[in-house]
């Protein structure tokens, strides 16, 4: 079945930039065959929250990239 989990990282905390690099490393390395993974953060902005949203795919699909 699938599912979604959401994670938003605050980098500009103390350690927040360190816990917002393990999220961006965890999902990156999320399967692309399991899971669809977005992660949207501001790019002129460094310490603005990031959002990272993965959601496990149902049925069988190919990869789109």
Same mark, same amino acid.
């Given at each position: %079945?699938?599912?979604?989990?959401? =994670?938003?990282?605050?980098?500009?905390?103390?350690?927040?930039? &360190?816990? #917002?690099?393990?999220? *961006?490393?965890?999902?990156?390395?999320? %399967?692309?065959?399991?899971?669809? =993974?977005?992660?949207?953060?501001?790019?002129?902005?460094?310490? &603005?929250? #990031?959002?990272?949203? *993965?959601?496990?795919?149902?049925?069988?699909?190919?990869?789109?990239?």
């Amino acid at each position: %079945d699938g599912g979604r989990l959401a =994670v938003v990282a605050y980098p500009g905390h103390p350690g927040g930039a &360190a816990e #917002a690099r393990s999220g *961006a490393d965890f999902f990156g390395a999320l %399967d692309p065959l399991v899971f669809d =993974v977005l992660n949207l953060q501001l790019s002129n902005r460094q310490q &603005a929250p #990031a959002l990272f949203v *993965a959601e496990k795919k149902t049925g069988e699909r190919s990869p789109r990239c």
